[in-house]
Each structure stands twice: as structure tokens, then as C-alpha cells.
């Protein structure tokens, strides 16, 4: 069965600054997907970013980047010039890109990192 | 905006009681997914529905039941509650059930369970 462990319960950053997000999977699969979600104080859950198995590339949406290690089986979540705004609770989540796998379109979610940011 | 929405956004009740909680997915979306977030066991895959159809079932208790209907709104059903019962339950979209889809959160029915 695949895991996400999140192994930050808290982190912080001033704000300006720029923070890393630790996140890493255990899966035997080759294809599936990665998201971050932020859920902010209101618990809205927010999609992040998103990355491919099958992509190399690094996703990136503005100032939110993903270090996407496969074979380290390691995603984390970069965030730059942090603003008041980005403090909440950060997600990481599997999900699974087989076609026939019973469960296959349902994500599998870590514990979470809480951000604060600092003024 | 996801554009999914869920109500009610809270509910209080006593246990042994019986609630439904209702979702609508974002337009032209096909699959409901239903999740619960509890504070001991984080957040837990229950259900998902595509086109009206049951598709997966995850952790979800014999006593909760679900449902999408023609409109392709679901329902969540919940029945002799219990105090552990009490989490946030989260609705979540998506186009279809394709392996690239992603999923879209509603902001969720805070339910508490005295």
C-alpha cells in the first residue's frame, strides 16, 4: 500500500523569505501523481501544484515550485517570497495513475506541515 | 472558488442521529469524491461516485451510505452517530474518472457529533 509521510508537524518563515516543504512517498508503482494542497485557517482545500510521475520537469505555479526526486521517491514544496497569505496547513498527496487498481482515483494524504509566517 | 459547493458548512448534532450531508460538483464534472478529516486519523478516502455509478469505496463505515444522483449531485448519509463521527467532511470533484484528472475541493461540512 503507498504511504506519504510528512515529517515537519510545524515549520516558519519570515515573510520575503523562502521555505522548503519535506515530503516523501513509498509506492511500487511507476505511474501516478503528486499534489500539494494548502488548506488554509477557513479549511478550504486548496490545490498547490501538481506533478507527473512520468515528467521530469519540475512543476511550477508562480511562486510554489516542487523538487520532484522519483527515485529518492521525495517531493517537496517550495515556496518563495513568502507572504502573510501562504500561512496554513500544507498537504501532501498520492495518487495512483494505474487504470484497473481498485482504488486508483482516490488520494492517499500525509499528517500535514502547518506554515506560519512571520512579518 | 472550486466551484464545488457543500451544505450545510456546519452541523450539530447528538448521537444515535441521523444527517445527510449534500454536495454539488463544479459544472460538467462527472466524479464525486467524498473524504473525512479527523483530527486522529488526518484525512481518510470514503467514497467515490462517476456518472451515478459507485466506483470505489475507501474507510467508510457501514453505517454511512452515499449517493450521486441524475443531477450529479451526491449525498452523503450518516446514521447512528457516534462522538467519533464528529471531523470535517470534505466533497471533492473531478472532470471524469481519468487517471490525469484532478480533484477540486468543496470547502466542507463541519460536523460535530455531542
Known amino acids: 500500500a503507498q504511504t506519504v509521510t510528512q515529517s515537519q508537524p510545524e515549520m516558519s518563515v519570515q515573510e520575503a523569505e523562502t521555505v522548503t516543504l519535506s515530503c516523501t512517498y513509498d509506492?511500487?508503482?511507476?505511474?501516478?501523481?503528486l499534489f500539494w494542497y494548502k488548506q488554509p485557517p477557513s479549511r478550504q482545500m486548496i490545490l498547490v501544484i501538481r506533478?507527473?510521475?512520468?515528467k521530469q520537469q519540475n512543476a511550477t505555479e508562480n511562486r510554489f515550485s516542487v523538487n520532484f526526486q522519483k527515485a529518492a521517491k521525495s517531493f517537496s514544496l517550495k515556496i518563495s517570497d513568502s507572504q502573510l497569505g501562504d500561512a496554513a496547513m500544507y498537504f501532501c498527496?498520492?495518487?495512483?495513475?494505474?487504470?484497473?487498481?481498485?482504488?486508483?482515483?482516490?488520494?492517499?494524504w500525509g499528517l500535514g506541515t502547518s506554515l506560519a509566517v512571520n512579518p | 472558488d472550486s466551484g464545488v459547493t457543500q451544505t450545510p458548512k456546519h452541523l450539530i448534532t447528538a448521537t444515535g442521529q441521523r444527517v445527510t450531508l449534500r454536495c454539488s460538483p463544479r459544472?460538467?464534472?462527472?466524479?464525486v469524491y467524498w473524504y473525512q478529516q479527523s483530527l486522529d486519523q488526518g484525512l481518510q478516502f470514503l467514497i467515490q461516485?462517476?456518472?451515478?455509478?459507485?466506483?470505489a469505496k475507501g474507510n467508510i463505515l457501514e453505517r454511512f451510505s452515499a449517493q450521486q444522483f441524475p443531477d450529479l449531485h451526491s449525498e452523503l448519509n450518516l446514521s447512528s452517530l457516534e462522538l467519533g463521527d464528529s471531523a470535517l467532511y470534505f466533497c471533492?470533484?473531478?472532470?471524469?474518472?481519468?487517471?490525469?484528472?484532478?480533484?477540486?475541493f468543496g470547502p466542507g461540512t463541519r460536523l460535530t457529533v455531542l
Open positions: 471533492a470533484s473531478s472532470v471524469s474518472d481519468a487517471r490525469a484528472d484532478t480533484q477540486y
Open positions: 459544472s460538467g464534472d462527472l466524479s
Open positions: 461516485y462517476y456518472n451515478g455509478e459507485e466506483r
Open positions: 509506492t511500487s508503482e511507476s505511474d501516478y501523481y
Open positions: 506533478q507527473e510521475a512520468y
Open positions: 498527496a498520492y495518487r495512483s495513475g494505474q487504470v484497473n487498481a481498485g482504488n486508483n482515483r482516490k488520494l492517499i
